[in-house]
């Protein structure tokens, strides 16, 4: 299935050769394309297995949800790994500056995210069961448990170096040597200020006076500690690209193996310890400063901020901007208290999502919300936000607010997480002080107990399955093609009323409908939607209509129209009337499994299509010994703009015959 799936993603992003490079975050596929044009966003927002595509950071991301990373293990096979490699740097054109920023960040942290999320949650634990008196910190178990969670912390360098190689195309390996060479003990100021005397301090009576201990040939080095920070080493591998492209270009290729390396190290490490190093750091350090500046003006508005505001960034995928952010400030003073207020949105998010799942009466819709709750106590909340809170819009803004009221509340009380990694409630023990003292975590508990109580009454009073019908209605259309439509409806006889109200309401009825009236697309009988086996088809949310046990395997235009949609599975069309209905054929049910076989179609998306005109033919004795329903809804999707959709009463119809009767 991940195999199909891989491929049809492929093919409908521009195919292999469209693709400059792919990463992968917690749910998302994130494509950098050469023309995003030549992506066919609705296809790829019908397919069964992806939740939705966005545009944004300069990226092309196919959210998949949970499974992100074994679909993500069967693209890349189908991707020319060396054409990739060698456009790692291919600007895309018209490029903003801000996605530009965002696309580098992305490229970078996310193939070490999952790993830095494991080693952050061991260290987070191993700190947690010292404050708890499991054990002593100096017990080997402790010391041997705090090396598996500390490593790549202290070595980040080594990480970064490797990943900032891959996305400004260099070489990996040098990225990984210049990496470690900035880890390398005997540089870091901290051994040199141990060992060595200062022969004199640049910038004296400046914020940024640094003592100097040893000097590159007379020239003096500004000594940093550059285990565990961020930003030095991308910038020093940045200009290691630059110089690795220039030594191509000039050097012979009999030397080029050796040469290249060793003469792109040779500059770009001195320049990256006597300038780009001390730069940077010092730029980290006062950015640390500033923020914490503006963030101390109003400790509780500031966390308001970033608690409101931190979903709608995960929606556009523009949370990563502010990942230096967090890890500068843990870098730097040990914890982060200024993008932590963010932990609220997580449990407001599954809060909310809980209070739906006690309120709905709308059985698919309970059916999403336990998974989508359980994901986010977990800390991926993106299958709830793009399943359930965006298309419904007010369990998004319920979830933005109580995030807000969270994360003033975080903002107030200094909360802070001290250690990088883990998610959700594995998150909790990063929140231990390095001391073993357990205050900052019952302000972490509190802040969820706050936040999650706020967000699940904010829900559970204003949820109506009502208004989730209505405002489902058409993202549920979208991804029909799934094969798991939402429909019910229960048939209303139009005319057949023996009695003198009968009559009357029959008349009314006449004066409503305006002549806008759907033929039957097929032969066999009708039964309401009510009746049909599929629990998705009996809960009103994609439209009102009716059902039909078809007879001959001829799918027949209801209207006349255009073909909106013509699945690939060929299970299902979607139909505009020139009278603005939107119609839905869905052939049996499931159907969407047989992957096209047994299903022929005649008409192509986009064509314009006439009463009676044959559109698809069906293999029924096929889809019989395959074990499928026939039962084939004929909805309108676009039921809330009309007063209401009428269907005629159970009986057997062939094509052309009156089925719906939609009433302005």
């Given at each position: ?190 051994m040199l200020s141990k060992s060595l005397e200062p022969m004199y301090t640049v910038f004296g009576g400046t914020i940024f ?14 000594a940093m500690d550059y285990t565990s920070t961020v930003i030095p080493v991308i910038f020093v591998v940045y200009f290691a690209s630059k110089c690795e492209k220039l030594f191509n270009k000039y050097v012979p290729d009999l030397v080029k193996f ?407």
């Amino acid at each position: 299935m991940d195999k199909d799936l891989a491929k049809k993603i492929v093919d409908h992003v521009g195919g292999s050769e469209n693709v400059i490079s792919l990463t992968h975050c917690i749910t998302r596929l994130r494509f950098k394309l050469r023309d995003e044009k030549k992506a066919d966003d609705e296809y790829l927002k019908n397919l069964d297995g992806v939740v939705t595509v966005m545009k944004s950071g300069g990226q092309y991301q196919v959210v998949i949800g949970n499974k992100v990373a074994e679909v993500y293990a069967q693209v890349m096979p189908l991707l020319d790994a060396a054409n990739i490699s060698s456009n790692a740097q291919e600007p895309v054109q018209n490029q903003k500056m801000l996605d530009r920023f965002i696309d580098i960040i992305s490229g970078i942290f996310q193939p070490i995210l999952g790993v830095m999320a494991a080693c952050g949650m061991i260290k987070g634990f191993n700190v947690l069961f010292f404050a708890m008196g499991l054990y002593s910190n100096t017990s080997g178990g402790y010391i041997i448990l705090n090396a598996i969670g500390d490593a790549l912390f202290m070595f980040l360098p080594l990480f970064l170096g490797y990943t900032s190689a891959q996305k400004f195309g260099l070489k990996p390996m040098v990225g990984l040597v210049i990496g470690a060479i900035m880890c390398y003990p005997s540089i870091q100021n901290s051994m040199l200020s141990k060992s060595l005397e200062p022969m004199y301090t640049v910038f004296g009576g400046t914020i940024f006076a640094t003592p100097v201990y040893i000097d590159f040939f007379g020239i003096p080095l500004m000594a940093m500690d550059y285990t565990s920070t961020v930003i030095p080493v991308i910038f020093v591998v940045y200009f290691a690209s630059k110089c690795e492209k220039l030594f191509n270009k000039y050097v012979p290729d009999l030397v080029k193996f050796f040469f290249v390396p060793m003469l792109t190290v040779i500059i770009a490490i001195p320049v990256g310890l006597l300038l780009i190093g001390p730069v940077t750091t010092l730029g980290a350090n006062l950015i640390a400063d500033t923020v914490m500046n503006i963030r101390d003006i109003s400790p509780l508005v500031a966390g308001a901020v970033v608690g409101l505001t931190w979903q709608i960034l995960v929606i556009f995928g523009l949370h990563w901007g502010f990942i230096p952010i967090y890890i500068n400030n843990i870098v730097t003073y040990g914890y982060d208290n200024v993008m932590m207020p963010f932990f609220a949105c997580t449990f407001a998010t599954s809060a909310v999502v809980l209070a739906i799942f006690f309120k709905t009466k709308d059985k698919k819709l309970k059916e999403m919300c336990l998974p989508n709750f359980i994901s986010g106590i977990f800390g991926v909340t993106e299958p709830a936000i793009y399943g359930i809170l965006v298309p419904l819009k007010k369990p998004l803004i319920v979830s933005c607010i109580a995030g807000g009221i969270g994360g003033g509340f975080y903002g107030a009380f200094n909360f802070r997480k001290f250690m990088m990694g883990g998610m959700g409630i594995f998150e909790f023990p990063a929140m231990v002080a390095p001391d073993g003292s357990m205050s900052n975590l019952w302000v972490a508990f509190a802040g969820v107990g706050l936040t999650m109580v706020i967000a699940f009454i904010m829900m559970f009073v204003t949820f109506t399955d009502k208004k989730t019908a209505e405002k489902l209605a058409q993202p549920v259309n979208n991804s029909a093609a799934n094969g798991t439509a939402v429909e019910d409806a229960a048939p209303i006889s139009t005319a057949e009323s023996n009695d003198k109200n009968g009559e009357n309401a029959a008349k009314e009825t006449k004066k409503l409908l305006k002549n806008i009236e759907i033929v039957s697309p097929l032969k066999g009988k009708i039964i309401p939607l009510s009746q049909v086996q599929d629990d998705a088809f009996a809960s009103e949310i994609l439209g009102k209509g009716a059902a039909i046990v078809p007879q001959e395997g001829i799918v027949k235009a209801p209207v006349n129209g255009t073909v909106s949609t013509l699945f690939p599975t060929l299970h299902a069309i979607g139909i505009l009337a020139e009278n603005g209905a939107e119609l839905l054929i869905h052939i049996g049910l499931n159907t969407v499994q047989m992957n096209g076989r047994g299903f022929k179609a005649f008409v192509q998306q986009g064509d314009k299509i006439t009463v009676g005109q044959k559109l698809i033919e069906f293999d029924m004795d096929l889809l019989h010994k395959e074990g499928y329903c026939l039962e084939t809804p004929i909805v309108v999707t676009n039921t809330p703009n009309y007063l209401d959709v009428l269907a005629q009463q159970s009986k057997d119809v062939t094509w052309g015959e009156k089925l719906l009767y939609i009433a302005e």
